[in-house]
Every structure is written in structure tokens, then in C-alpha cells.
């Protein structure tokens, strides 16, 4: 009985295959159909109002500029008896922003101060490409930058930034930063940071020595009563390493600084 059934599926598939002319035929391939450039909505509307009806369209879904101010420390240092800065504010669009920052710190007067004036591209869904200029206001002699660097979210949501720099007069800088935000609540936010300077040279008119020149580390506990502001405390450390430190002892300034700080983190 199987052997009856097996014969007759054999017969039957052969027939198909007889009776099937295209059986080994190959469809040839078509190209795919172009952008629509007829629209039937023009007849009805007038195409000038339908084509100013679809470039809204494209404004409402990826086309917005949009913009932020970002105030990620504004702080008092206790102990130090000074305050720090360190903001940022862009405007732009999903992949092309203009970008302005600022940092710096001081007492009496400003003891550093710096500018950046950035081009920024999107690279990757989590990373932009940026370039510009960099401008010192402190400390004497001040010095411009050429910039280039990159600033994303890695993995496990660290934030991270990484920046080369070439003055005008030949020397080069290197800047990595990395932070991250631990919520132990939905506003009780906890912010390890740590940031690391380098120098590709001696530049003894700043006080910067050849090699790794600073590590900054720092810890800061936010309550967000808002999003948008965010008052902290925290405990800052940095010293000065190798040749830089060199540097600090011949002037007579302390290598090593720590510092309780109390600020506002607050953006718009």
C-alpha cells in the first residue's frame, strides 16, 4: 500500500512538471519604481499649496531646529575658597548642531578660563564628530586652539568625550572625560566623574608639563526638584602629575587640591 501511494506521488509530480512551461524559466529583474512625481492632491489643491503643505510635513518629522543651554556645574569650592564653571549650549538639528562651551575656575580673578567654538555631526546613533576653535582667557600668555574631538554615550550609559588640540604655536593637548549618572531615586541622582589632561610638550609659560599633566576626580550628589534644576554637593580632587607638578612645586602652588563644592546643575 505505501509503495502504491510513493508511485503515485512520483507520477503526479512528474505530470506537474511536464505541464509547467515556465518550470526552469528565470523572471528577469525590474528595477525599482521611482519617486512619485505626480500627485493627485495637486489637482485638487493647486501643486505651490501642496508643495508647501508636504515641506511642513518634512519640518514636522526630522527637519526641527532645536536648542539648549546646559549648566552642568556652577559651584563654590569650600576649602579652596573659589568656583568652577563648565557649560555648554548648541543649536541645531538631529545631525548638524553649532556648539559653544565654556569652563574655567578661579578666586580671585579668573586662574583658567576657556572657550570653544564647534562645527558638531552626528556620527552615530550616540556619537557627534566635533571641530572648531578653542580660545584662552586664562592663564597668561593666552593661547588659540585648533579642535577636534569626539563626545557620545558608550555603552552602560557613560557619558564620554574625547578632544585633541593644536595651538597656535605648535602645541598639542589632549582631553578625556568621562561621567555617569547613578539615580538612586527618581531625583536623588549620584555623579561619579573623572577627567584626565594631557600634554604633547613642555610649555613652561603655562605651567604645563610634557606627558600627563592633571587628573580631576570628582563626586557629586544632585536632588532634581525640577529636571531643569538640580541643586548639588559633592567632593572635587585634582593634582597635578609629572613634569606640570614639576612646574607647581618651582612656583610654589600645592600639586594636590581637594574641595567640598556646592552648585546648581540646570539647563533649558
Not at 538639528?93 to 576657556?114: M, P, W
Request: aromatic fraction near 10%; avoid cysteine; proline fraction near 4%.
Amino acid at each position: 500500500m505505501k509503495a502504491l501511494i510513493v508511485a503515485l506521488l512520483l507520477v503526479n509530480g512528474a505530470v506537474f512538471a511536464a505541464e509547467d512551461p515556465h518550470a526552469h524559466h528565470q523572471m528577469p529583474a525590474k528595477p525599482a519604481p521611482g519617486a512619485a512625481s505626480d500627485f493627485a492632491a495637486d489637482r485638487i489643491y493647486g501643486a505651490d499649496a501642496m508643495a508647501a503643505a508636504r515641506q511642513q510635513l518634512r519640518h514636522e518629522h526630522g527637519a526641527h531646529v532645536f536648542s539648549k543651554v546646559m549648566v552642568d556645574e556652577l559651584e563654590y569650592m569650600s576649602g579652596l575658597d573659589g568656583y568652577r564653571w563648565d557649560a555648554e549650549a548648541w543649536i541645531g538639528g538631529d545631525i548638524n548642531r553649532a556648539v559653544l562651551k565654556t569652563e574655567g575656575e578661579g578666586s580671585d580673578g579668573f586662574h583658567h578660563a576657556e572657550v570653544q567654538a564647534l562645527y558638531s555631526r552626528a556620527i552615530g546613533p550616540y556619537f557627534d564628530l566635533q571641530a572648531g576653535l578653542r580660545h584662552d582667557l586664562r592663564p597668561d600668555p593666552s593661547r588659540t586652539y585648533a579642535v577636534l574631538g569626539v563626545e557620545g554615550l558608550a555603552p552602560y550609559w557613560f557619558d564620554v568625550e574625547a578632544t585633541a588640540f593644536l595651538s597656535d604655536k605648535g602645541d598639542v593637548l589632549a582631553r578625556l572625560g568621562a561621567s555617569y549618572d547613578q539615580l538612586l531615586t527618581q531625583r536623588l541622582v549620584l555623579q561619579p566623574e573623572a577627567e584626565l589632561n594631557f600634554s604633547g610638550q613642555d610649555m613652561a609659560a603655562q605651567g604645563i608639563g610634557s606627558g600627563l599633566a592633571e587628573v580631576e576626580l570628582g563626586i557629586r550628589l544632585r536632588y532634581e526638584v525640577r529636571r531643569e534644576f538640580a541643586p548639588y554637593v559633592g567632593i572635587s580632587y585634582s593634582r597635578k602629575a609629572g613634569r606640570t607638578a614639576d612646574f607647581a612645586r618651582t612656583a610654589g602652588e600645592d600639586v594636590g587640591e581637594t574641595a567640598v563644592v556646592i552648585g546648581i546643575r540646570t539647563w533649558f
